[in-house]
């Protein structure tokens, strides 16, 4: 008999073995038990079970024994469903593995279930944390080019972990139609005041280093302070690209994500950074 991987705290018990840990679930298969008891211990022994039973053919969980020779020998039975269970008695606590006995139970009972919730837990992901978004147009060229495919973080903005930086890559919600997604630099925050002449951005009369853009935009824009809670956002293919300087502001409450990394194409896979955040490239 194989040890087993008990733990065991009593000063009564002295050594304990399975014939296996692992029986089939198929209402006959068992397994044989030897506990050995420290000398001078003759009383009865309680043993418990969680699951499967000490007599076959009937739920019997829990059985006291008298010792014979510092010794108590019997068996446990399976069940008839897959589950997992222990054996317990004076300071210990032993586990057993009641295993599929076929594969309609290997389907029904493990396959299945674990299917299933890796699928519910695979949406959870999907809709609080990370998301998969499709770059229809060149409107953020150099950086993210047309049919590009990248994952965004949506945990920060749902829950309210970070807020947004000049210079994240935000996907938000049209303002102007809800149902539609965009995405877009934030180039101002609340409470900056943001204008566009000749062909330069400025953030509170300062020109802001734009490395990152297609080219210099060919449109002037005047003065205008972004409200609490919204954003300004920009394409980096200025002169492509209809964003705030065509229809406003973004509401703090329409954003859905940042984008992390572009995943698709192979050869674009890469991580998405942010030009002004210390340490970027």
């Known amino acids: 008999m194989a040890k087993p991987r008990a733990r065991v705290k009593s000063d009564r018990i002295r050594e304990i073995a399975f014939s296996s840990q692992r029986i089939k679930a198929d209402g006959r298969s068992s397994c044989e038990v030897r506990i050995k008891l420290a000398p001078g211990f003759s009383e009865q022994f309680d043993l418990r079970l969680t699951a499967g039973s000490f007599a076959p053919d009937q739920v019997v969980r829990e059985i006291s024994l008298q010792p014979e020779n510092d010794e108590i020998s019997f068996r446990i039975y399976a069940p008839r469903i897959p589950r997992s269970g222990f054996l317990l008695a004076e300071g210990l606590k032993a586990p057993l593995q009641f295993s599929p006995a076929n594969f309609t139970q290997y389907l029904a009972f ?12 695979a949406l959870i992901i999907r809709s609080f944390a990370v998301a998969s978004f499709y770059i229809p147009s060149g409107s953020m060229e150099p950086t993210l080019l047309e ?8 945990l920060s903005y749902t829950f309210h972990l970070r807020e947004p930086e000049r210079g994240d890559i935000v996907i ?17 925050l609340p409470g900056e005041t943001v204008e566009i002449h000749n062909r330069q951005v400025f953030i509170d009369g300062e020109p802001l280093d734009e490395e990152y853009i297609a080219e210099p935009p060919r449109y002037d824009m005047p003065p205008i302070e972004v409200p609490d809670d919204q954003y300004f956002v920009l394409g980096d293919n200025r002169n492509r690209s209809r964003d705030s300087h065509v229809w406003g502001f973004v509401p703090k409450a329409n954003l859905v994500g940042e984008a992390l990394f572009i995943y698709w194409p192979l050869n674009r896979v890469s991580l998405i950074r942010n030009p002004y955040q210390q340490g970027a490239d």
Do not use: E, M, Q
């Open 172 to 188: 938000f919600r049209f303002p102007d139609n809800p149902k539609v997604d965009y995405i877009k630099r934030v180039i101002a």
């Open 147 to 154: 049919s590009d495919r990248l994952i965004a973080d949506r």
């Open 110 to 121: 493990d396959l299945i279930p674990t299917l299933f919730f890796a699928v519910v837990f």
